[in-house]
């Protein structure tokens, strides 16, 4: 029998892993019948024009994981046991037709949210959700992370806490109570990563199936799916230029968790009034809901101080504080942190304790350095200046070109814009066309969870120059003309 063999030349695994992985499979497919007898290494070698030892070695390793036999004298033959429990093909198991799924994941449904990459590297990016580069210190990132990997501390050979560094969370509890009215000590606050994470525990905590959660509209997708995923009833609370309407929650639902992003709305811009946020705690009080209030980017304020948080008006511990590293340094960090009521402390951890053992240890070391030397605030002072300063020629450049054709939040806050646009337009022609001149927007339509959708389109410019947002903008302008 000859046998077809085709070393891999690019392939960094040894020959010999080559040449066991070619007779191992003719072995599962059954092209070596269970009892069968084996060419001898010598043969083999030669008929595959390879080392003898090469081969040896492979039948060594096929030895010893039991898919072979040898029989001193008689030769090396396919393991009888192995007779009848070759795996049978995807057609015989009819897996093509029906995937044993649990419902939370039928309950996914079909997500076409599109995370602000486009097919093709476009010449302009309106993407979101990015970090500029050229803005971050990373020659003092690289010191921060160089100090623990050139030590022997004890630190990066055992597993950190569940609740996250401790150093960390005293210097998140420090900056937010300061700088964001959070009122906290460290005992309340547990590392995550990343919000999504924060969701799917206190998704976990709060709902069973069919509870109501209510979410903004225009909202946060990530949010929406992660709490349906986990069998919530969600319901949508359009928003308006202040952000969530008191007055028009369902007065005949009693809703287990209530999302909102009260510094800057999510996506459509603007802050929750003093007045809605004394009445939102007013009317919480009265029901068994908890507030997750996602303060994503709330630092990141371009005119006065950055709008205080709502769980500092909290006197009830009703309102769960959500902050993240991910605007403010950088995405791939992955870190974020939540500010737990005393009395979700324990269950918190309890459940975190049982999916995720805590985060790496090491960033969050940096990042309490970076803290606590006061990188972060000089860092955040730079990130406002100039992500200020790019926000401003966004916004002259759009009341320039596109004038009353749109309407968006002028609230000076954010790194995004969501344009309204007026008039009877197709949102997706538009992305479409777009890209095809090299600009890439984010169609409005996946943020918006209640009918009818009005036409819209998410502009991020963290990444964009000041002649690159004036030409994407005089790009749109020609398809709304």
């Known amino acids: 029998m000859k046998h077809k063999f085709i070393m891999h030349k690019n392939s960094s695994a040894p020959l010999y892993l080559q040449v066991y992985h070619f007779i191992r499979q003719k072995i599962v497919q059954s092209t070596y019948a269970a009892g069968e007898k084996l060419p001898s290494s010598r043969q083999l070698a030669k008929e595959l024009n390879i080392a003898r030892d090469t081969v040896k070695e492979a039948y060594a390793l096929l030895l010893s994981e039991g898919f072979i036999v040898s029989n001193t ?3 090396t033959f396919v393991n009888p046991e192995l007779e009848g429990l070759e795996p049978k093909t995807l057609i015989d198991n009819k897996l093509d037709q029906a995937l044993p799924l649990a419902n939370w994941v039928k309950r996914l449904g079909d997500s076409n949210f599109d995370r602000g990459e486009a097919d093709k ?3 302009i990016d309106f993407g979101f959700g990015r970090s500029y580069p050229h803005v971050f210190p990373y020659h003092i990132w690289r010191q921060l992370l160089s100090r623990y990997l050139s030590t022997d501390d004890m630190m990066l050979s055992r597993y950190g806490s569940v609740a996250g560094f401790l150093p960390l969370r005293i210097a998140i509890a420090d900056y937010i109570s300061q700088y964001r009215g959070v009122t906290c000590d460290a ?4 590392v995550l990563n990343g919000a999504q ?10 709902v069973d199936n069919n509870d109501a959660v209510f979410i903004e509209s225009p909202g946060y997708p990530d949010a929406f799916e992660i ?7 969600v319901v949508p609370i359009p928003v308006d230029a202040q952000g969530l309407p008191v007055d028009t929650l369902p007065q005949n639902i009693n809703p287990k968790l209530l999302f909102i992003t009260p510094s800057n709305q999510f996506p459509r811009g603007g802050a929750l009034s003093a007045n809605r946020r004394l009445k939102l705690l007013n009317w919480v009080s009265s029901k068994d809901t908890y507030i997750i209030e996602d303060d994503y980017d709330g630092a990141l304020r371009y005119e006065g101080r950055p709008r205080s948080s709502l769980q500092g008006l909290d006197s009830i511990g009703r309102v769960i504080y959500l902050g993240t590293f ?11 942190y939540i500010v737990l009521p005393e009395q979700l402390i324990e269950p918190f951890l309890q459940a975190k304790r049982v999916i995720d053992r805590g985060s790496p240890t090491l960033t969050q070391a940096a990042v309490s350095d970076f803290m606590s030397e006061g ?26 070109h596109l004038g009353d054709q749109v309407t968006f939040s002028q609230e000076p806050a954010g790194l995004h814009l969501m344009l309204y646009l007026k008039g009877d337009v197709n949102e997706q022609q538009i992305v479409a066309q777009l890209l095809k001149d090299g600009v890439h927007v984010t169609p409005g339509a996946q943020f918006h969870f209640t009918q009818p959708v009005p036409p819209s389109l998410l ?8 002649g690159e947002i004036e030409q994407g903008i005089h790009l749109l302008k020609k398809q709304l003309i």
Not at 326 to 336: C, D, G, M, Q
Not at 379 to 392: D, S
Not at 459 to 464: I, N
């Open 73 to 75: 004298g008689a030769g």
């Open 375 to 400: 990188h972060f605030m000089r860092h955040l002072r730079q990130l406002r200046n100039h992500y200020g300063g790019i926000r401003k020629s966004l916004v002259t450049a759009v009341t320039h």
């Open 197 to 206: 994470q924060a969701f799917d525990l206190l998704a976990r905590l709060f």
């Open 459 to 466: 502009l991020g410019f963290s990444k964009l120059e000041q």
């Open 121 to 123: 590297r476009p010449f």
């Open 227 to 233: 709490f349906q995923a986990h069998g919530a009833k």
């Open 187 to 190: 005992r309340q606050i547990v």
């Open 326 to 336: 991910s605007k403010v340094l950088f995405p791939a960090l992955r870190l974020a």
